[in-house]
């Protein structure tokens, strides 16, 4: 069964930084993309951040590139999306995501983890 | 960046009752489109990729159809538990982009 979990959100000050952590079981993890997905209170879904597989290709949504860091470590299983220099309107669930791309098809994004809260406010 | 824009916002319709929502996007994303539910306090659920293939475990009464801008997910019986948010994305560029979102209520 496919697993991802996420950790390492909170209660953060404006300017401040988070490690957020995805850990991942039950499939390959070196062979996905991997996907940063956040949902402020209330709102929407927004894509945040994508990786390949060998963390060679990174993509960012404007409003986080300069700031926010993915990664991927395969020998862990693990994916990681380093926050800086977060603003109120970085507050949100931040969920990762399986991006089930291979060649040119595309297989949706699906698998998901339950989300971390990171909240900033002073 | 592509904008992808969902009709109607909200749908209030009785269980049994045809849903039809719509996601119109700014420009060609060819068949890169995708759709979501999502339920309170949940995470988002695959349920089609690829506009019109359905995620493993669906039901069959969920379906989706439409190529490069205008794409459409309907729900042909709606059952209690598909009263829910659904949203749209695509990646066909990046930024990666999402709809804003579409309710079902019961009306």
């Known amino acids: 069964e496919v697993q991802l979990v996420e950790s390492g959100g909170g209660l953060v000050q404006p300017g401040g930084s988070l490690r957020l952590s995805c850990a991942a079981s039950?499939?390959?993890?070196?062979?996905?993309?991997m996907s940063w997905v956040r949902q402020a209170p209330g709102k929407g879904l927004e894509w945040v951040a994508d990786?390949?597989?060998?963390?060679?290709?990174?993509y960012y949504v404007v409003s986080v590139k300069g700031r926010f860091t993915i990664s991927r470590d395969n020998a862990k299983n693990s994916l990681y999306l380093q926050v800086n220099s977060l603003r109120a309107e970085d507050t949100a669930v931040y969920y990762c995501?399986?991006?089930?791309?291979?060649?040119?098809?595309?297989?949706?994004?699906?698998?998901w983890g339950q989300g971390t809260l990171v909240t900033v406010s002073s | 960046e592509i904008v992808l824009t969902q009709s109607p916002a909200t749908l209030s319709l009785s269980p049994g009752e045809r849903a039809t929502l719509s996601c119109r996007a700014s420009?060609?994303?060819?068949?890169?489109l995708a759709w979501y539910q999502q339920k309170p306090g949940q995470a988002p659920r695959l349920l089609i990729f690829?506009?019109?293939n359905r995620a493993t475990g669906i039901p069959a009464r969920f379906s989706g159809s439409g190529s490069g801008t205008d794409f459409t997910l309907t729900i042909s019986s709606l059952e209690p538990e598909d009263f829910a948010l659904y949203y749209c994305?695509?990646?066909?560029?990046?930024?990666?982009?999402f709809g804003g979102g579409a309710k079902v209520e019961i009306k």
């Open positions: 420009q060609s994303v060819s068949s890169y």
């Open positions: 690829d506009a019109s």
């Open positions: 990786i390949n597989q060998d963390g060679s290709e990174k």
């Open positions: 995501a399986r991006d089930n791309t291979y060649t040119s098809s595309w297989y949706g994004f699906d698998s």
């Open positions: 039950g499939f390959t993890f070196s062979s996905y993309w």
């Open positions: 994305q695509q990646r066909s560029n990046w930024p990666l982009t």
